[in-house]
Every structure is written in structure tokens, then in C-alpha cells.
């Protein structure tokens, strides 16, 4: 387990017994094979996850699928701040499809947050469209971060487009979403990771294998952890749970154990601070 602290930049929180701010969750949780991941996950939850990992900070993710229900999210994830006993920043979201002056009035009414930080997208946002052009127009006028939803196959696409924000705070999101573990996928993934670590000064999370390989040990692991060190650097990587999604692989306790390897074999003191805390401390303010 690492003897460093870890500020998780990815989690998300959500009580679905009274919000009904999630109506693809429980289709999604089905076709995982883990309807348990429709339930509630707060912050009691969060902590039972953990099992007594040394986290200082955290960062909640916006998972709403209904109409604008990242409005009230955000002021939900505020409100329970203090129960996470820890700071914590909000990456909200918006609807892509919104009017460019109810899309920019949504930014700004969630922007009021003291916890907001920047957004990110899930579905819908595709790059050299008026939306996008709003989105990062906004972040960067306000130095807010873009959590990037990205795959391989619309990578140089994002690429060639934010290369026109020079100023924008960027952090690619789980490994730029590798869509399978078949060899084609894992080429298309290593070409797409390769050409943002070398093309952008993005940063990116480490996080969300949970999601595509079926479980968190070592053996599983070990290809998508020394590819992304090789790749990016500890300095640009970040550590991040995506809990309770990669939960459908393993537990955060496995997950730790695995990365913390990776970490062990090949990082300094130095490089182990950045990535598990100081490099996401310093971009989400925490």
C-alpha cells in the first residue's frame, strides 16, 4: 500500500434511493454484471471502499444523465463537503446540445460553487463544434480545468482542436478510454495514448481499467500501468479511483496494491508525491 498521501482525482457520489439524477446508471450497473453499483455510494460508503487508505483530497466527477441535473448535483456534492472530512472539487458538467447562452448560464451558475474547478463532458461533445468552442472558450477565459473525454478513435480530432486554447488546463480522463483489451484495441490505444503524451501538455489520470479489463490484479494490470508510465512520465499521470465504477473489477484496497507496484519498481520518492497527490492538488485547488 502506498506510504504517500493520495488525493483521489476521480470519484463519483450519488444517492439514488433520492435523486433521480442517474436514469442510465441502473442499465449501466446491469450490463456490468454488478446492479449493485445503481445503489447508493456516499460518503460512509466512500470510506468503507478506502478501508483506512491515507486520502487528504478528493474529486467528485458529475455522473448525471437527466436534463440539467448537474445543477443540483453541484450544490448537493457542496453540501455534503464536510461530511468527507477532507477538500474536496467538483468537475461539473453541461448539456453540449443547450443554446450557447443557456449552455454558458449553466457554467456560470455552477461556476458559483466554492468546490467547482472545471467539467467534463461524458457523452454528446464532439470536437470543432460551436459547443466545444463555448466549453473551452469558457475554461480558459476562467483558468477552470477540462476533464477530457477522449477515445482513440476521435484522439488527433481533440488534439488538433484544443491546440487552438494554448492556455486551457487539460487532464485526459482514464487513460484516453481504451475501448478493449482484444490486440487491435490495445494498438489503437498505444498509437492514441502515444501521440497526446507526445503532441499535447495534457496531464492524464491513471484510472479506469476497472471498466474494461475483469479484474485489478497485477498480471491484469501490469500491460496498461508500464505502457501509460512509459508514455507520460509520474509527472504528468495522476491517481484516480473512479470509484464505485472500478469496483466492478476489484476492490480499491486491489486497486492500490497493483498501482503501488508499478510505483515501487520504477518511480522516486519525488515522482510517487507527484502522482498520488501533488500534481492533482495543484491542478483541482485542493
Excluded at 442510465?24 to 446491469?30: C, D, H, I, Q, S
Aim: charge should be negative.
Amino acid at each position: 500500500m502506498p506510504t504517500h498521501p493520495i488525493v483521489d482525482a476521480h470519484i463519483h457520489l450519488w444517492d439514488t434511493a433520492a435523486h433521480s439524477w442517474y436514469p442510465k446508471l441502473g442499465e449501466f450497473a446491469a450490463a456490468a454484471g454488478k446492479p449493485e453499483l445503481a445503489g447508493n455510494f456516499l460518503p460512509a460508503d466512500y470510506e468503507r471502499a478506502i478501508a483506512g487508505a491515507n486520502v487528504t483530497g478528493l474529486v467528485h466527477v458529475s455522473a448525471t444523465t437527466a436534463p440539467r441535473a448537474y445543477l443540483d448535483e453541484t450544490a448537493w456534492v457542496e453540501k455534503l463537503g464536510p461530511t468527507l472530512n477532507r477538500p474536496v472539487a467538483v468537475i461539473g458538467t453541461v448539456d453540449p446540445a443547450l443554446p450557447r447562452a443557456e449552455l454558458l448560464a449553466d457554467l456560470e451558475t455552477q461556476s458559483r460553487s466554492t468546490c467547482f474547478r472545471g467539467i467534463r463532458v461524458f457523452q454528446g461533445l464532439s470536437p470543432n463544434t460551436p459547443a466545444a468552442d463555448a466549453i473551452a472558450s469558457w475554461l480558459q477565459d476562467r483558468d477552470a480545468v477540462f476533464d477530457l473525454v477522449a477515445h482513440p478513435g476521435n484522439m488527433l480530432d481533440w488534439i488538433d482542436f484544443l491546440a487552438g486554447y494554448p492556455k486551457l488546463r487539460v487532464v485526459l480522463e482514464h487513460l484516453g478510454l481504451p475501448q478493449g483489451t482484444d490486440p487491435d484495441q490495445r494498438t489503437a490505444w498505444h498509437n492514441a495514448l502515444s501521440l497526446a503524451a507526445k503532441e499535447t501538455p495534457w496531464l492524464c489520470k491513471l484510472s479506469g481499467l476497472g471498466m474494461i479489463c475483469p479484474d485489478l490484479t497485477w498480471p491484469t494490470l501490469e500491460y496498461w500501468l508500464e505502457t501509460s508510465v512509459q508514455l507520460w512520465g509520474w509527472h504528468r499521470l495522476v491517481f484516480a479511483s473512479n470509484m464505485p465504477v472500478d469496483s466492478r473489477a476489484g476492490t480499491y484496497t486491489e486497486l492500490l496494491t497493483t498501482v503501488d507496484r508499478a510505483v515501487t519498481a520504477d518511480a522516486t520518492d519525488h515522482e510517487a508525491e507527484l502522482f498520488y497527490a501533488a500534481t492533482a492538488s495543484t491542478l483541482y485547488a485542493l
